[in-house]
């Protein structure tokens, strides 16, 4: 039998989004308590949720606050 396969792109897609922001939200709280590294490591996950999932307009904002955090805090 032909089998009608089914789209989930469009979950995907929102998942991206979903588990982008989330990690977004927990860079933050990372970056409360003075966890840089970790925080920088979460938004770094998010960007590339973000990309996944064609959101370039919040992955170009995760990646300003990325770099940001990068440049204050670990200056060479």
């Known amino acids: 039998?032909?089998?009608k396969k089914i789209d989930t792109s469009a979950q995907f897609i929102?998942?991206?989004?979903?588990?982008?922001?989330?990690?977004?939200?927990?860079?933050?709280?990372?970056?409360k308590n003075i966890e840089y590294r970790k925080c920088l490591e979460l938004l770094n996950e998010a960007y590339g949720m973000y990309?996944?999932?064609?959101?370039?307009?919040?992955?170009?904002?995760?990646?300003?606050?990325?770099?940001?955090?990068k440049e204050k805090y670990f200056k060479k």
Not at 14 to 31: A, M, P, Q
Not at 52 to 66: C, I
Request: glycine residues 8%; charged residues 35%.
């Open 14 to 31: 929102e998942f991206y989004k979903k588990k982008g922001d989330y990690l977004v939200t927990l860079s933050e709280n990372h970056f």
């Open 51 to 69: 990309m996944k999932g064609n959101y370039t307009e919040l992955a170009e904002k995760t990646k300003q606050r990325f770099l940001e955090i």
């Open 1 to 3: 039998m032909g089998e």
